[in-house]
């Protein structure tokens, strides 16, 4: 089993940024990727991007220019950095974490507001 731990998550003014950071601990030897999702009050939760152990990512249209996805596998961490944030961009934030054997994990997500 993958443990998944996000920090970082608050409020935030609109153009500001926020970083957010996800821990994955336990059963990691397998571990083959990483990324963020997020929900919104109302919504499905959306995909925003994923990051391979050798660092490959990819976006959504959505955010892309804005956000980006960072791994360090020396401490098995993920980093989503948002920049120019907008009030659409409130909402709980997810890590996933995804296994050469096919299993899916998830963090317990942390919440951004973004208001003024």
């Known amino acids: 089993q993958v443990q998944l731990v996000e920090s970082g998550g608050g409020s935030v003014q609109p153009g500001g940024s926020l970083r957010l950071s996800c821990g994955a601990s336990?059963?990691?030897?397998?571990?083959?990727?990483m990324g963020w999702h997020r929900q919104a009050p109302g919504n499905q939760r959306e995909f925003l991007g994923t990051?391979?152990?050798?660092?490959?990512?990819m976006y959504a249209d959505s955010v892309k220019g804005r956000f980006t996805i960072s791994i360090d596998n020396t401490v098995n961490t993920v980093y989503l950095q948002m920049n120019n944030l907008k009030p659409e961009d409130t909402a709980v934030y997810y890590c996933?974490?995804?296994?050469?054997?096919?299993?899916?994990?998830w963090g317990k997500g942390t919440l951004v507001t973004v208001a003024s």
């Open positions: 336990g059963d990691i030897s397998n571990l083959h990727g």
């Open positions: 996933w974490a995804g296994t050469r054997l096919g299993t899916e994990h």
């Open positions: 990051a391979t152990l050798n660092g490959d990512t």
